[in-house]
């Protein structure tokens, strides 16, 4: 005959690590986050003093600087960046526990913010922003210019959504497919390559525009004609696709943006096939923060909702696994 002996073992913690409450996790983590105490006080709303004696109870409880000065910034220690990671986990677990398992949108008060760029900007936000202010009225939506900085902006909950093509990795960003697309060029009609067949010689050969906000972002065919072997030195680069209609007539400039952009630019600009297939995907991005959240669940809903109707490329429910993973590819 066996016996099964249980015992039940209690965690004892020092004075210190016991007098850590979630508001000194906050405050470690924004001092990660913004690499200042001063620009952590501005973020939390807290005087520096604050900050400062939240930083010197967790050094004492933990045995450790955490931070330290590299010129004008500070920089995590290897555990302060070890600590930081589990404390955003440890928050984003406690905001979730904390929200609402039901929701009717008609009475629901908070907000939603929703980081992108202009090719979501023109296809999915302004029925998104319709469809949320007559079913949610009570809501604020805000609208957030991503540029190349989405996973930052989940990273410091600066945002709770964001759109676009390029993956957001790590365990806590979940992912969800909205719609896909593929490169065209455009250029003015009187520009040669809008006779004929536009090969790749052709192509390389002209004279090219780029969007690179700020000079920060490459477009995924730069990959795709590097492959090739063939590196393209764009003659303008520009911050934004939103130029580019008035930029290009009359210029020698070509343009290579997705396809569901240039044809809204067809009706002034000659419009042609990229001489290359290239992919694009467009996700919706979540962290764990929001991922329960009664109006953040029906926020993406409507989003890959919104964009099904309108561009036919995106899951229609949130029911498949998939959809839920952590942002793993």
Known sequence: ???????????????????????????????????????????????????????KRLRKAFNDPLFVRQGNSIVATDKGEQLAQQARGILEQMA?????????PATAEGSVTVSCN??????????????????????????????????????????????????????????????????????????????GTLTLDRYCASRHVAVTHNGRWEALYFAALRAKGIEMQPEVTVSSHDILERLIPGSELVATIPYR???RLSDRLALRPFPMDVFIQVDIYWTERTHHSGLHRWARQILAEVAEKNLGGGHAHEAGRDDHLPGRQ
């Open 1 to 55: 005959m066996s016996s099964k002996i249980c015992m039940e073992v209690t965690v004892m913690l020092s004075d210190e690590l016991a007098s850590v409450d979630l508001a000194t996790l906050q405050t470690l983590v924004a001092v990660q986050d913004r690499a200042s105490f001063s620009d952590a006080s501005q973020l939390l709303g807290v005087n520096q003093s604050t900050i400062s004696y939240a930083i």
């Open 96 to 104: 979730a526990l904390s929200s609402p398992s039901g929701f009717d």
């Open 118 to 195: 202009h090719h979501e900007r023109m296809f999915v936000i302004p029925d998104f922003v319709r469809r949320a202010q007559k079913e949610a009225p009570k809501t604020t939506i805000h609208i957030f210019e991503s540029a190349v900085d989405g996973k930052q902006q989940l990273k410091q909950n600066t945002c709770d959504i964001v759109l676009g093509p390029v993956a957001i990795l790590g365990d806590i960003y979940y992912r969800r497919k909205l719609f896909t697309d593929h490169y065209a060029c455009v250029m003015d009609p009187a520009h040669p390559l809008a006779r």
């Open 261 to 263: 952009l240039a044809r």
